[in-house]
């Protein structure tokens, strides 16, 4: 089994900044793309920011020029670094990792995190 943990997440004020964190453990064969998405109140999730193994990222629109992902391939460790946060990033953000592995053949799946929770606020 493949577990993902995140770390990182808190209150802060606006204009605040937080650095996320999460890692990945247990047996696979690689990660392909880790991004981290978030969800407000109700059922929408949102992709923040994604990167591959080689480094290529993504970011939405909201949180361009903000936040930067980035990643320690050594560590399986992706980073998320929230700056000038604004109360509309309150929402739980959740690591993903599309992650290769072996039960019998090579197959590539979905894993996430438990969440963690970001709340900026005066």
């Known amino acids: 089994q493949v577990q993902l943990v995140e770390s990182g997440g808190g209150l802060v004020q606006p204009g605040g900044s937080l650095r996320l964190s999460c890692t990945a453990s247990g047996t696979f064969i690689s990660i392909n793309t880790m991004g981290w998405y978030r969800q407000a109140p109700g059922p929408q999730r949102e992709a923040v920011a994604t990167i591959t193994s080689g480094g290529s990222t993504n970011y939405a629109d909201s949180v361009k020029g903000r936040f930067t992902i980035s990643r320690d391939n050594a560590k399986n460790t992706v980073y998320l670094q929230m700056n000038s946060l604004k109360p509309e990033d309150t929402a739980v953000y959740y690591c993903?990792?599309?992650?290769?592995?072996?039960?019998?053949?090579?197959?590539?799946?979905?894993?996430w995190g438990r969440g963690t929770q970001v709340t900026v606020s005066s």
């Open positions: 993903n990792a599309e992650v290769r592995i072996y039960s019998g053949y090579v197959s590539t799946r979905d894993y």
